[in-house]
């Protein structure tokens, strides 16, 4: 695995290109590459490509174009591959690459992937400053996300640890969370490339949040109710800002009022408590600015106006037989309802609904085939994970230590290579890798 650190080995674009080379497509069901750069080691570097002696020459005369699958999901891209040379190698002088302007190269930075950019800080100290620079995060902020990473956190030593599994490289990154506090912490969630964890400093709970590619974090304040809640995070990147919702007490304390931190106020507003109801799970999904939970009493769902600030119910009715649900927030006001059904093991089925918010019903859409669903849970008491990002939907076995990844749009099941080593005994969710995402 690699891990992302502040030194490395080799920064020339041959390398560059070789990652580049190893991308696929995304929807395909063979096996992920498992091997990771490696981040760390140490020597000096120069900001030319000509800089090592007997290094190879990749000048544009010797690059062909080939189309390729994207390195997202749907957009299309240009990999450049090497070829013989059919003419004399031209030159690159390094007074030329030098003199490159810094507008020209925070462009060409800005579409690295951000994984990438943590080897190229060590090249020089200019390129250091210039990856911190205000010019570079605009530059940033303006190129499409580097598309869905996996993030897993656990803690079982003093140290944290967190990996990240990016779907358009197929590789495991590992990133250094020693910046964080140490205290007993819980992973809340990631949005707009910021990570939210809860956690106890001696008795007393707190929430903070922090860009692990930045390696920046803070505290919030206090809630007036500081209490372990119910948490939940909206990053809003046009408005560059994020909210925290804090639900009702994790151990079922009703009584409480719902809490909004704003992060443009930097406080906390008291909001209406939710009505007095019987949860289904502990689990959230917010979609198109709506807070939804499940509730057996009344049957259906509790939503919440975070504009509004006011609590509803909506009644929609559960598919019959169904053991344990999950709700997973898509793309474009779609939410969905992920579960079991059956009573029995042999019977048992994972299912998809989304809810028609016409009818107020939930419609099936998609079922896990079974050769999966037997291979992600081989006892009926088994118990999963499901958690989902611009309509992908990840299953994650607690006992298997598997993950399994559907693609809602392309209706395509793969599995996620390595997760058991990453994901097993650990907090998992997606991450959105971006520098410009702002704790403040």
Sequence with gaps: MGEIGETSESGSSRELSSQAVKAESFHEEDSFCRQVTNFGGGGSRNTSPLSRAGSRNTSPSRQKVAKTKPRGLDEE????????????DVQMEDNIWAMLPEDLLNEILARVPPFI?????????????????SSFLKFHSQVPSHGPCLLT??????????????????????????????????????SGGLICFSGLDGLTFKTFVCNPLTQTWRILPSMHYNQHRQLIMVVDRMDRSFKVIAASDVYGDKSLPTEVYDSKLDRW?????????????????????????????PLGLMMYWLDKGYWEHVPAKFPRSLLDGYLVAGTQKRLFLVGRIGLYSTL??????????????????????????????????????????????CFTSWNQGKGLLYDVDKKVWSWIAGCALQSYSGQVCFYEPRFDASIH
């Excluded at 891209?77 to 003419?87: G, L, P, Y």
């Excluded at 917010?286 to 939970?293: K, V």
Aim: proline share 7%; hydrophobic share 45%.
């Design 77 to 88: 891209e240009t990999v450049a591959t090497f070829a013989k040379a059919i003419h004399p």
């Design 348 to 393: 048992q089925s994972m299912r998809i609904w989304e809810l028609d918010q016409e009818k107020i019903a939930w419609v099936e859409i998609s079922r896990m085939p079974p050769r999966y669903f037997r291979a992600l849970l081989r006892f009926s008491a088994e118990r999963f994970e499901c958690f989902g990002q611009d309509n992908l939907i």
């Design 153 to 190: 956190f656990w803690k079982n030593s003093p140290t944290p640890q967190c990996s990240v599994f990016s779907f358009p490289l197929k590789q495991w990154y590992k990133i250094p969370m020693t910046f964080l506090p140490p205290w007993a912490l819980w992973l809340v969630g990631s």
């Design 269 to 297: 507003l008291l909001h209406q408590t939710m009505p007095a109801v019987n949860l289904c799970s502990s689990k959230m999904a917010f979609c198109d600015s709506r807070l939804y939970l499940e509730t057996l009493s």
């Design 117 to 133: 950019i943590f080897r190229l800080r060590s090249v020089c100290k200019r390129w250091n400053s210039l990856l911190q620079d």
